[in-house]
Nanobody, 122 residues
């Protein structure tokens, strides 16, 4: 199965930036949909951003469009999430997730990372 290892995250003041990384191991030869979900306490999990590693098509939640950018480095089997203009509403646990199609990824990804906390203070 696909294994996902995340790095990045942390604490930042409003207006600041952070970058998350997600490295995939196993099944690295297969194109897949990779990206991030987030969940804040008391809120439902939401898909934040994703990218199809085989073609580069992307997805962004409306709440992050224009502020977050997802990118990929296929040589490293790694996907990055650059988060700019962060605000306290972005505070959540961020999880890297992957599946083999956008529909599967968006509905219920098969593969998950361990999660990394992002905290934005006002």
């Amino acid at each position: 199965q696909v294994q996902l290892v995340e790095s990045g995250g942390g604490s930042v003041q409003a207006g600041g930036s952070l970058r998350l990384s997600c490295a995939a191991s196993r099944y690295t030869y297969s194109s897949k949909y990779m990206g991030w979900f987030r969940q804040a306490p008391g809120k439902e999990r939401e898909a934040v951003a994703g990218v199809y590693t085989g073609g580069g098509s992307t997805y962004y939640a409306d709440s992050v469009k224009g502020r977050f950018t997802i990118s990929q480095d296929n040589a490293k089997n790694t996907v990055y999430l650059q988060m700019n203009s962060l605000n306290p509403e972005d505070t959540a646990m961020y999880y890297c997730a992957a599946d083999f199609s956008f529909a599967s990824w968006y509905r219920r990804p098969q593969y998950w990372g361990q999660g990394t906390q992002v905290t934005v203070s006002s």
